[in-house]
């Protein structure tokens, strides 16, 4: 214990050469063939849910959650408590209209409902917001390999880049689900291997964790303070919070591009589903993994490393055992290719398909296109390297990659709602409540108001002020609300449909699968919070 | 007049019924949706896929099929159901393309032009009947609500509806 020894490099290149094997293998052959074109459909949905976890925040969240906790305690949470509550509107209202649609890249949408210079406007946005927080998802695993080597983070980061960006250029490997879940066990096994270690090398066992949690007021989870420069008050995360993931996990191409290509709207749904009943407890392990540093550190008499990025990395490679840190390092690695492949992927699809193939090569044949992406994967992979050389300075990297797509949410989940909730709404309204949303966004972010109200105050303007704009430019026609305005309730097609059902073979009791599973989330969001609640008017006791 | 080709129903009425009463409906009816096909896969080869759409679509369904569509059975009653016409086959291929950059795999497989066919795809058309009658579209293969096809529908129902185009019934002027 205590090093990164011979016998944890040699863990971790068999790992990740292993990991790197099984989706060069099985990414060619048929069975994977058959996996791409089923959409998963053959594999359990626990799996796929897994898989849907490792692309989403993984490395992120095992670099950047426990310095959080050290941090702060478990009041952070309020800024993922509302996951369960953005799903179930993403899986009521949205879902179902994206998918119907019939649309590759979300913001094609707008382009249907409002024209040519939205959808690239909202594309733009994307592409920008995006790329900044892969930088920070690249300075993770740089920052890991900088601990465990000693090198300069500024040398692991170039490094990563060009691992990162020759792997996505290759194909990657995220397209085999199983080397997805093995990340995530090996991370969450990480987790508790951490926990149990900690637990058994402080003298009072769990008392003291509880303690001294208790004592520095880490497990206030929910602070009711109306006041909005409290940065991680309750009202702050379900208001900015369930903006800012309704817009993260619905209008951000990297995540909604996994439910726009699956066959049907159930399969969309799951993925959403699983997200949002795991992402709260896994959040939770992670923050209270911070506490207990704390803890750690305090009993020890240590003192916390500068950037608090590091606490967790370095617990590892000092206090697991060798060969295991190997394990565990090699699946943080594992686990950030998986985001940045996703992230570089779909960065490069957006620009060649909303950009390049429609304004500058709109008749290329496939090679061309592909010989595109791959050069727009490397353009994006310096764009993100250049920001990681600052993310650094930004706080713990999870908060980091939050505060970026807060700039940019509101306004963005803004249009979307004008171009689904109202068919007054044109392209002018759409553009300048863009532009205004993200001017108020920069506006509100001089001020001491918490950060995670800028989603919501992104949207507002974004919604009020491009629906009154609107008002200034003639209704858009039946056309251009044909994805949104639903066909079937038309009076023809009632009549049609009416006819139809009274031919029909009765079917039998009435239910609703989709309204279920959004019960379930809501349910599941009050537990959540009854158990927050519970533990900290324990400790406060 | 056109010959089309058929995917075999894999889900039978009772499962049919169990999966649309989870979505609400209380009847329902088993319909066939020609939609224009084209195959998938390596030169001389299998096909892997098909893509099926027509011009009413805006995105191709993406079918997963190893093997070689059936011929068109006997009639088994079910609600014949036209959805258009074809799209171009740049149109499949750009299709195809945008599914690549998506999730990048399977460079090596390409549309293949000479497979472009009518295939009838096998639904289950469910109703519910709240404010509004409401329409569900089950896959007869998987199970599974495509609401992506439900456009393809409600037109295909609207087209069968209008009287000029009463004939396009299965039986009389299908071959």
């Not at chain 1, 591009?257 to 992670?286: D, H, K, N, W």
């Not at chain 1, 109200?453 to 629906?467: D, K, R």
Request: hydrophobic share 50%; proline share 4%; net charge neutral.
């Amino acid at each position: 214990m205590g090093a990164f020894t011979w016998l944890d490099t040699v863990v971790l290149i068999v790992y990740v050469l292993g990991i790197a094997w099984v989706g060069a293998r099985f990414g060619k052959d048929q069975e994977s063939t058959q996996d791409y074109f089923l959409g998963g459909r053959k594999i359990p949905g626990w799996a796929i849910g897994l898989s849907v976890m490792a692309t989403q925040a993984s490395a992120i969240t095992f670099i950047g959650a426990p310095g959080w906790g050290f941090e702060g305690g478990l009041e952070r949470l309020a800024v993922f408590i509302n996951v369960p509550l953005a799903m179930a509107v993403l899986i009521v209202v949205l879902v179902p209209i994206f998918h119907r649609a019939g649309i590759y890249s979300i913001y094609e949408l707008l382009e249907r409902r409002f024209g040519p210079g939205t959808r690239s406007l909202a594309a733009l946005l994307f592409l920008v917001a995006r790329g900044l927080a892969t930088g920070v998802v690249l300075y993770a695993p740089a920052l890991v390999l900088s601990v465990v080597t000693g090198w300069d983070v500024n040398l692991t980061i170039v490094l990563m880049a060009v691992i990162a960006v020759s792997y996505t250029v290759l194909g990657g490997i995220s397209a085999v689900i199983w080397t997805d879940v093995i990340q995530m066990f090996v991370l969450w096994f990480g987790a508790i291997l951490s926990m149990v270690l900690m637990v058994s090398s402080l003298p009072g066992g769990w008392s003291d964790v509880f303690a001294y949690g208790a004592a520095n007021g880490s497990f206030d989870a929910i602070d009711l303070s109306l006041d909005p420069t409290v940065t991680y008050s309750l009202w702050a995360g379900l208001i900015g919070g369930v903006v800012m993931h309704m817009a993260y996990f619905g209008t951000d191409q990297s995540q909604i591009q996994r439910v726009l290509t699956s066959p049907s709207i159930a399969e969309g749904q799951r993925s959403l589903l699983i997200g949002g009943y795991l992402l709260v407890p896994q959040m939770l392990l992670f923050l209270f993994i911070g506490v207990m540093l704390a803890t750690y550190y305090q009993q020890h008499g240590l003192s916390a490393p500068e950037n608090l990025n590091e606490l967790f990395p370095r617990y590892v490679v000092e206090a697991f055992p060798i060969g295991v840190t190997g394990l565990v390092i090699a699946g943080v690695f594992a686990a950030a290719m998986s985001s940045l492949d996703s992230a570089l992927n779909s960065l490069s699809a957006v620009t060649v398909r909303d950009f390049y193939a429609r304004y500058l090569k709109p008749e290329a044949d496939e090679h061309h296109y592909l010989k595109a992406s791959r050069w727009a994967t490397v353009f994006w992979g310096l764009y993100a390297t250049l920001f990681a050389f600052f993310a650094g300075n930004l706080g713990p990297v999870i908060e980091a990659v939050n505060r970026i797509g807060s700039w940019f949410y509101g306004a963005l989940l803004g249009a979307f709602l004008l171009a689904i909730l109202s068919h007054r709404s044109n392209g002018r309204g759409a553009a300048t409540g863009i532009v205004l949303g993200m001017a108020s966004v920069w506006a509100v972010s001089l001020t001491e108001i918490s950060w995670l109200y800028q989603n919501a105050v992104g949207l507002g303007v974004s919604v009020v002020a491009g629906y009154l704009v609107s008002l200034t430019a003639p209704a858009p026609d039946r056309a251009q609300l044909a994805d949104v305005a639903i066909d079937e309730q038309a009076p023809d097609m009632q009549a049609i449909l009416k006819g139809r059902r009274g031919q029909a073979a009765v079917v039998g009791r009435d239910a609703r699968l989709t309204r279920r599973r959004c019960l379930g989330l809501l349910l599941w969001f009050v537990i959540s919070l009854v158990v927050l609640a519970w533990l900290q008017g324990w400790a406060n006791a | 007049m056109r010959s089309a080709r058929r995917v075999a129903r894999q889900l039978d009425a009772p499962a049919a019924c169990s999966r649309l009463r989870s979505y609400g409906a209380e009847r329902f009816e088993s319909a066939w949706l020609t939609l224009w096909a084209a195959a998938i896969g390596r030169r001389g080869g299998e096909p892997r896929a098909w893509l099926m759409a027509t011009t009413v679509m805006p995105q191709a369904l993406l079918l997963p099929h190893s093997g070689a569509l059936e011929a068109t059975g006997e009639d088994d009653g079910a609600l014949q159901l036209d959805a258009g016409g074809p799209p171009p086959l740049a149109q499949f291929e750009r299709w195809w393309l945008w599914e690549r950059l998506g999730r990048p795999r399977q460079w090596a497989l390409r549309v293949q032009p000479e497979t472009l066919c009518a295939v009838d795809l096998p639904l289950w058309l469910g109703y519910s009947e709240g404010r509004q009658t409401q329409l569900i579209v089950l896959s007869g293969l998987s199970g599974e609500a495509l609401g992506a096809l439900k456009p393809a529908v409600l037109s295909a129902l609207h087209r069968l509806s209008s009287p000029a185009d009463h004939l396009s019934e299965r039986g009389v002027d299908r071959v």
